[in-house]
């Protein structure tokens, strides 16, 4: 007896109506817009302007906004909005790094916290938990006073706090998603542990921790901009948002312009990833399930 | 005829709480034994039926067997190795041979990938070359249409995702399927799809079938013989028919009596079966079934039955056995 | 009038990205006083969206395209919020599948029974006095110490219990069971299906109870009405739907329970085939592509309710013409 073919019915898959979702919703585009808007100034960053960014001009000291100096120049001539379209790469190749190696360490350390043995898991919260004492700016200050101001040490820095947080909630998603269903059946085909975190835990996981990481990205823009802004993040002459607020503080007597320079990227910043990455969580979370 | 697989005397306990925990609470014994002093054998092409309600035991047994929970005693012998005690990367060899369905099908097959992903992972992960077209025999013989193959499992109905977990279970010819609960969540209408299809498949092959469930009325119709649990304990098992027409246990006697008749002239008065299952806490001395048993005696408050073995096949464990 | 609830010609969409999905289709059903009233369905048949109509429960996508639900001579569907919450809990009492998660876990058992009598001028201790007894007649033991207690305490049978006591205690005239059993133990749901046995004694109200289980169907019904992917395809009497069935999709479901088939060598029976999609409603009779026994006209032209006695009917082309 032949066993019948059963039913063609399909149902909807979720991944394209999340695409069309997020375009629905105007914040998030809007926040789509400035990120990308902010990507292109850093890469393109010498085409849209003729000036080099750390060429000094005394004669145009301090001067406001004009056809010449877009948004005025700073207390050296040099012109600002060169220095802040440069100081985008700053911020965003801060970002990158950070955030990627944040990211990976926080990805590897909370699998095997979350899946490997209890002592192993037990001694990974201990480390994380430590590290998590100290606020990220004392760090900041802490280690580079020792060795030094330099963008590295800033990215090392907000590495090495950013790892724990990611690594908690990767841990937290591996501990629920190893007693599931498909979990169990993977491991009942013989699937080793190292199949099984690469191929059924990671791409389970990594959804909610990419969205997260991309609301932390404003977060370590403005650490690196505040370390700047002390003094302890890039070396001068190199722009960035943080310097330009530092130049804008010293010579705010002089010329608001160079406050309006350095605040302005950052709030645009802030508001483009932060719209982008909770419109981004509003439409992939699974809560929006329909009731039958 | 050799058994195929041979349960003796398994124990599989849980730590409830930890020994600090323990300690504060007052609590003597911190363990449950989910699975108690059990013994069963399946031979070559045969279908046994594990059947109890929550509590019973009888989805850790079925774990058991396949590795995912380790027995603290007691023997496991799957033709002429004992599973009981060996590693991990032995273990994997057994489950070329022994292989499991889970009881929500969707949920068991991983949401990012495609359903020949799924099909082909039992030859990726023991490192077996797998033919050109054998994930579409495979579809075929769970009669699932090839194009199915490139669709995920959000994209697939409830019986289509069932015939995919059969699928995966199929894909190294194993000798024995473990089925957990395979009718759960489908309509009586369509049960009899998946349950066909595995009768199909064991004329076919020549699998053996664990079937774990709580869905007496199909049990009568699908599995040679059935093992029924109460508290992690087996108390009665043995051919089929025969237990249904004549249970010797008071308590699958009771859950025979327990379900309703699709049929107005058998309403029942009486409730076959006082009371809950007690906690796997607090488990009842002697007879663990006696305080909600209808026949028992004084002697079953304080002596604990040992199995008895009738000359047709049939094991109770119960000191007064209604047959 | 003999009648609690009077369902007339309901239909009801869904709006989805898709389109709209005709879940319900011109259902009819009268739950007469002191009766307790099956319908029986399987997934897609609009079983659970007929009660949640009447208890306006409905999802935001619903679209109530037309019909009434008359509650003790008042259209459900036209009432206020204020009216709607006036019977609800009082007038009309709902029991739901899931026992874990029906009762709110942080407050006690007698909060929350206590609490549902808002609306009784009595004193706190009378109102307590009123769960306690309440909980004594669903059979809960010790009930005024776990009064007290709160429903993580409790089993799963017990939690139903205790579902049916809160649904009972303002006694309504008519209490809805969605799938009282399902989630239960067979031996648990036997104890239920005695409760209500012993409940309908001395409660004076009408049961509306759905299911898919034909068993419980049997046990505790007078009437019952059969739901196939959105329209009530039979409706009788209990005897007259297990012995005289008439719409072939309820003889294939009474064919295919494995409760009453005999000693079967062959393969189970199955209904082949599968729910039809509801967003393309075809104009024939919604059973015609799985029916045994179609015919030519079955798949053209939607089939009337047939009486076969002034209790029972079927909606089906073979029945026509005697």
Partial sequence: MSVPISDTSVQKPAGSTAYRQFFREPLGVFGLVLVVILVLAAIFAPYLTDYAPNTIDIKSRLLPPSSEHWVGADQLGRDTFTRVLYGTRVALKVAAWSISLALLGGLLLGMIAGYGPRWLDNLLILIFDAVRSFPTIMLALAIITLTGPSLNMVILVIVITSIPVYARIVRTQTMSLRENEFVLAARSIGTGWLRMLYLHILPNVIGPLLILASMDIPVVVTIESGLSFLGLGVRPPTASWGTILADGYAYVRNTPWLLVAGGVPLILTTLGFTFMGETLRDVFDPTLKRRD | MADLLKITNLGVRFRALSSFAALLQNVRDPWID???????????????????????????????????????????????????????????????????????????????????????????????????????????????????????????????????????????????????????????????????????????????????????????????????????RLVEQGDTHSIFKRPAHPYTKALLAAVPQPDPAKRRELVSIEGEVPSLRERPAGCEFHPRCAHKQERCSWDPPKSQSFPDGRSVRCHFPLV | MGTVLSINDLSVDFST????????????????????????????????????????????????????????????????????????????????????????????????????????????????????????????????????????????????????????????????????????????????????????????GSIIIVSHNLGLIAELCDEVIVMYAGEVVESAYVEDLFYRASHPYTRALLECDPARLGELTEDLPTIPGDVPDLQKVSPGCIFAPRCTEEFDTCSHQQPPMIALNSTHEARCHLLENG
Avoid: W
């Fill in chain 3, 17 to 204: 990205p898709n389109g709209p999905v005709h879940a319900l289709r011109h259902v009819n059903l009268d739950v007469p006083r002191n009766r307790i009233v099956g319908i029986v369905g399987e997934s897609g048949s609009g079983k659970s969206t007929v009660v949640s109509a009447v208890m306006r429960l409905l999802a935001n996508n619903a679209n109530v395209l037309g019909g009434t639900i008359h509650f003790e001579g008042r259209n459900i569907l036209t009432m206020k919020e204020k009216e709607l919450r006036a019977i609800r809990g009082e007038e009309i009492a709902m029991v739901f599948q899931d026992p874990m998660t029906a009762q709110t876990p942080v407050l006690s058992i007698g909060q929350q029974m206590i609490d549902i009598q808002y609306r009784r001028p009595l004193s706190n201790k009378d109102k307590r006095q009123n769960a306690i007894e309440m909980l004594n007649r669903v059979g809960i033991p010790d009930s005024s110490e776990r009064v007290d207690q709160y429903p993580h305490q409790f089993s799963g049978g017990m939690r139903q219990r205790i579902s049916i006591a809160m649904a009972l205690m303002m006694n309504p005239k008519l209490l809805i069971a969605d799938e009282p059993t399902t989630a239960l133990d067979v031996t648990l749901e036997a104890q239920i299906i005695h409760l209500f046995r012993e409940l309908k004694k001395s409660f004076d």
């Fill in chain 2, 34 to 232: 989910a699975v108690l002093d059990v013994s069963l054998r399946i031979a070559p092409r045969e279908t046994v039926a594990l059947v109890g309600e929550s509590g019973s035991g009888k989805t850790t047994l079925g774990r058991s067997i396949i590795g995912l929970v380790r027995p603290q005693n007691g023997s496991i012998q799957f033709e002429d190795t004992e599973l009981c005690g060996l590693s991990e990367a032995a273990y994997k060899s057994v489950r070329r041979d022994v292989s499991m369905m889970f009881q929500d099908p969707v949920a068991s097959l991983s949401r990012r990938r495609s359903v020949q992903a799924q099909i082909s992972e039992p030859f990726k992960v023991h490192g077996i070359p797998i033919k050109d077209n054998e994930t579409d025999r495979l579809m075929e013989l769970v009669g699932l249409n090839s194009f199915f193959q490139q669709r995920f499992p959000h994209e697939l109905s409830g019986g289509q995702a069932r015939r995919v977990g059969v699928a995966r279970a199929l894909a190294l010819s194993p000798k024995l399927i473990i089925a957990d609960e395979p009718t759960a969540g489908l309509d009586v209408s369509v049960q009899g799809e998946i349950l066909n299809l595995m009768r199909d498949l064991q004329q076919k092959l020549g699998i053996s079938y664990l079937i774990i469930t709580h869905n007496l009325p199909v049990v009568q119709h699908v599995s040679d013989r059935i093992a029924v649990m109460y508290l992690g």
